[in-house]
């Protein structure tokens, strides 16, 4: 029990690390061509982050199939998860997330 805590808490750190990284390399030129300027990135990036720690966290929901991206505060979920109450489980996870305006759950549930 104690491992899989272990690796979960290892696992958020990794994507912490990992996407302050991307975000660190970050070029001026990329951020005009898309309208966005650097700290939007980074703040988006950040988000993202604080999001997938959540959600990591989370006993109620099983997260390894979910994607998360972010843009101005808003949080898109994509992927798959294994019932309808890990669907509602994960977007009530990220609603609660300093940051986020709002969350757009495109979440799948698999079929069994």
Do not use: W, Y
């Amino acid at each position: 029990m104690k491992t899989t805590q272990l690796l979960k808490a290892a696992g958020g750190i990794a994507c912490v690390v990992f996407a302050l990284n991307v975000n660190a390399q970050t070029t001026t030129g990329a951020s005009e061509s898309t309208g966005a300027t650097v700290g939007q990135k980074v703040d988006d990036g950040a988000l993202t982050t604080k999001v997938k720690a959540e959600l990591l966290g989370a006993k109620d929901v099983k997260p390894t199939h979910i994607h998360v991206k972010s843009r101005a505060g808003v949080v898109s979920l994509t992927g798959t998860v294994p019932s309808a109450a890990d669907k509602t489980a994960a977007e009530d996870t990220v609603k609660n997330v300093s940051g986020v305006a709002s969350v757009k759950n495109h979440l799948k549930i698999a079929a069994k």
